[in-house]
């Protein structure tokens, strides 16, 4: 399975941005899809996942800001971030979990929040 994001960028406080991840290989459908970043010297944490019934699990610090949504016949998830704070700055993972509960991860996109 490979992961290929896309859509990061350089934005100004307030705006928005919308990132792309799309799954490839042998699996047909996955159990979950989403996002993680990972900022300078911090953690990874999560952002948000949703799974294929359409069940939503956002972090904290993203709750009404950020959308999860997926696409299942494209095997392809989104992250819409609004009102996007310069905090929000991170490289940003896409991931995925089989039904197996093997999680892949793509290789990150950088977004930069600039204040």
């Known amino acids: 399975v490979q992961l290929q994001a896309s859509g990061g960028g350089l934005v100004q406080a307030g705006g928005s941005l919308r990132l792309s991840c799309a799954a490839s290989?042998?699996?047909?459908?996955?159990?979950?899809m989403g996002w993680y970043r990972q900022a300078p010297g911090k953690q990874r944490e999560l952002v948000a996942v949703?799974?294929?019934?359409?069940?939503?699990n956002y972090g904290d610090s993203v709750k009404g800001r950020f959308t999860v949504s997926r696409d299942n016949t494209k095997n392809t998830s989104y992250l819409q971030m609004n009102s996007l704070k310069p905090e929000d700055t991170a490289v940003y993972y896409c991931?995925?979990?089989?039904?197996?509960?093997?999680?892949?991860w793509g290789q990150g996109t950088l977004v930069t929040v600039s204040s």
């Open positions: 991931t995925t979990t089989d039904w197996g509960n093997l999680d892949y």
């Open positions: 290989g042998t699996i047909s459908t996955f159990k979950t």
């Open positions: 949703v799974t294929s019934s359409g069940r939503r």
